[in-house]
């Protein structure tokens, strides 16, 4: 499985921020910097961050982003959850397979994906973040 662009970055926003100091506000431009990767599609993510909950947003002169949860309190796989558009693994309608009466292929699928997320979720942002100083 590969995740979309969308969870990627997400995730290294989290992990950026996971390394700061408490409190401390980062902006988007040195986050899109230290990663060189887009700042629109960083800010679109950083946007739904703040609604979700994983962070704060101060908008103006000295503003910026910070984690709003304590990293031990951000689950890997409710990360994936909130930013995976479809975590269906196939799609059997579109077009309409005609192995779908005796495909065993889909469960098979659909359990894996389970266990992806099973695994996922025994992890916290805390666990993936390195031991060394900030970016």
């Not at 949860?69 to 930013?83: E, G, L, S």
Request: hydrophobic letters at 40%.
């Amino acid at each position: 499985m590969q995740l979309t662009k969308q969870t990627d970055f997400a995730f290294r926003v989290l992990l950026y921020l996971g390394q700061m100091p408490e409190e401390t506000l980062c902006n988007l431009r040195e986050i899109c910097d230290y990663y060189d990767i887009s700042h629109n599609h960083v800010a679109k993510v950083a946007v739904k961050m703040a609604k979700l909950g994983y962070i704060r947003s101060v908008r103006g002169h000295g503003g910026g982003i910070a984690l709003l949860a304590k990293p031990q309190d951000i689950n890997v796989a409710q990360v994936i959850r909130d930013f995976e558009p479809s975590l269906q693994p196939v799609n059997c309608n579109a077009p309409a397979c005609r192995l779908l009466p005796s495909c065993k292929l889909k469960s098979v699928l659909f359990t894996a994906m389970n266990d992806f997320l099973s695994s996922a979720s025994q992890y916290t942002l805390a666990d993936l973040l390195p031991t060394q100083a900030a970016p």
